[in-house]
């Protein structure tokens, strides 16, 4: 109930949740109540969390941020949500996105922008990140106590760096996509976002795990993620890349950095430069590869199986007007450079460039990965921006994602987490990155940078 308050007393300024399942929460926690009486509670009995609107939920409107799914009630549940319910997780609503995750600000959102709850200032009304920026805010603001996000090139990592929360994105193949409006194939993964580390460990513990129903979901034991925290640092090898240190990082950061340097080595840790040549290719690889996918996976809102629907005079006609009314602008941007990159032509010379670069940057990580145990470096270039900020050229909102696509274009696992402020008392993250499937590890350092 103190949460459902605090969800109708914020919602309606800063707009974290598309829809709110009040009702269906107080049943779900009536039903852990009486489990508890009996000595039956699931781990995460009774906690209530906001659920990403990209997860199908059975019987629950799920739009992805986007008009064109405005009247969509999946006739399924996705099963990394199907996990958490059956852990006992309370569902308070559907969280805020960018329209279908594409997005670092939560501003192409076709429900409105969700506001941080964190001010600067100067009064100026801040982004929470993006895409999973709902998500991001309604944690922050205490009206849940976690919440899903997925992360597709940094849409966990940096709305958790906006808001001054935790969360990872675990290795590819860790939590099941099944039931997940599809972004780009290749790299979306679920994860948690939380208070804390342990928190987020918590959560991954109950989320992932092998599911025949995602060709890509991997067969591996899941590990006992929280125990993990516990683990502390000592005798690890700790990797800094020298090509993270790009040009106009704020100070602060670079400042942060240091910081956590310094509190992994005074716990234990030994700290090792290393290179990752191919970084600087992160971004132009990621912006092809990512709206190539997309492009293929939105072909099916077409108006004729489901979502929303404009008529025509005949059947492409419908296509045309059912997509042009349904999707917003950067989804249309996404499709166009997707399209242009896979055509007959412009493939061999994009996206199958990119997808050799592709390799080339998965080669870094493993090779860096023979000598440290993990990787250290920022989460963002910098602290949240004012709403309204970075909106007249696309290009400069996707240089916020330099640090964060890399592990997805690898695979690897990679968290946030909140360190410090910036000079006008707005929070920062660090983040850290693993090997594939080595969670542990990352919530190892993680919970020692805490
Ligand atoms: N900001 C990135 C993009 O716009 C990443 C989004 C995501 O991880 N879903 O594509």
Sequence with gaps: DAHISAVEALNPRLNAFI???????????????AARAVGNAPALSGIPIAMKDLFCTEGVRTTAGSKILEPFIPPYESTVSARLKAAGAVMLGKANLDEFAMGSSNITSAY????????RDDGAKLVPGGSSGGSAAAVAARMAMGATGTDTGGSIRQPASFTGIAGIKPTYGRCSRFGIVAFASSLDQA???????????????????FDERDSTSADRPVPDFRA??????????????????VDGMAPEIETLWQSGIDWLKRAGAEIIDVSLPHTKYGLPVYYIVAPAEASSNLARYDGVRFGARVDGADLIDLYERTR??????????????????L??????????????????????????????????????????????????????????DVFTVPSNLAGVPAMSVPA?????GLPLGLQVIGRHFDEETVFAVSATLE
């Design 112 to 119: 409105g922008a969700v506001e941080n709850p964190w001010q």
């Design 420 to 424: 410090g402020l910036d000079a006008r």
């Design 191 to 209: 994860g948690p976002m939380a208070r804390t580390v342990e928190d987020c460990a918590i959560l991954l513990g109950a989320m992932s795990g």
């Design 324 to 341: 042009a009314a349904g999707f917003g602008a950067e989804v249309k941007r996404r499709i166009m450079i997707g399209t242009y990159v």
């Design 228 to 245: 993990a925290c516990a683990r502390g640092v000592q005798g690890l090898r700790i990797g800094i890349p020298r090509e993270y240190r």
């Design 343 to 400: 055509s007959a032509g412009y493939y061999d010379a994009y996206y199958l460039r990119a997808q050799k670069v592709r390799a080339l940057m998965l080669r870094d990580f493993n090779e860096a990965f023979a000598t440290v145990d993990a990787i250290l470096t920022p989460t963002a270039p910098s602290a949240a921006f004012a709403i309204g900020e970075k909106m007249d050229d696309p290009v400069t909102m996707y240089l916020n």
């Design 19 to 33: 829809t709110i399942t009040a009702d269906q929460a107080r049943a779900q926690a009536r039903a852990a109540d």
